[in-house]
Structures are given as structure tokens and as C-alpha cells.
């Protein structure tokens, strides 16, 4: 099992900037990728970022796809996601979610950004 707390959520203008991390813990050997979600008010919960933990390669969903970047540290069992020129559509829950070399998938409590415009 992986447990996963994220930080770093927050109120900011439209234009600017927050850095959101995720940190891991339990079978973090087992780890195969970290990703990002997002979930709006009425909207479905849909990818944002992915990184694969063995080699760092990464996904990111074309909205925003050079606005944000997914970073990770192995070291530190934490996965970081960058996001700059941040829009009003950006506002969400962000949630951080591990997914397992066997299958299983963890979620964290996640946190709230609100972009105001």
C-alpha cells in the first residue's frame, strides 16, 4: 500500500503560479507512475500530468501542456507539478494518485487551487 499526501494548493491570480507536491510513503518500491488529477465543481475527475518513476518520462493533457511541468524524486519519494500562466479553467481539487507495478492505485486527500481571474 502507498500513501500519499499532497500540499501546496491555494488562491492565486490569474497569470501566476503554484507548485503542488506529493509525498509517498509505505511500498514506494512498488511504484510504477505518478499522476495528477484534477476534479471541478460538476465536472469529471480527469488526468492532468503523468511521470513514470523508473525513467521520468512524462503525459501531460494539451490544456496544459507547456504551462505546467511534473517532476519527481525518488530519493524523497515525492512528485512535484509546477504550474505557471495558471487560467480561471484551472481552478479544481487537485488530487495526486500512485499506480502500482501489480495494479493497485492509492489516492491522496487532495487540495484545492482556485485561480481568480
Known amino acids: 500500500q502507498v500513501q500519499l499526501v499532497e500540499s501546496g494548493g491555494g488562491l492565486v491570480q490569474a497569470g501566476g503560479s503554484l507548485r503542488l507536491s506529493c509525498a509517498a510513503s509505505?511500498?514506494?518500491?512498488?511504484?510504477?507512475?505518478m499522476k495528477w488529477f484534477r476534479q471541478a465543481p460538476g465536472k469529471e475527475r480527469e488526468i492532468v500530468a503523468r511521470?513514470?518513476?523508473?525513467?521520468?518520462?512524462?503525459y501531460y493533457r494539451p490544456s496544459v501542456k507547456g504551462r505546467f511541468a511534473i517532476s519527481r524524486d525518488n530519493a524523497k519519494n515525492t512528485v512535484n507539478l509546477q504550474m505557471n500562466n495558471l487560467k480561471f479553467e484551472d481552478t479544481a481539487a487537485y488530487y495526486c494518485?500512485?499506480?502500482?507495478?501489480?495494479?493497485?492505485?492509492?489516492w491522496g486527500q487532495g487540495t484545492q487551487v482556485t485561480v481568480s481571474s
Open positions: 509505505g511500498r514506494t518500491d512498488s511504484i510504477y507512475a
Open positions: 494518485n500512485a499506480e502500482t507495478r501489480y495494479g493497485t492505485s492509492s
Open positions: 511521470i513514470i518513476w523508473s525513467d521520468g518520462s512524462s
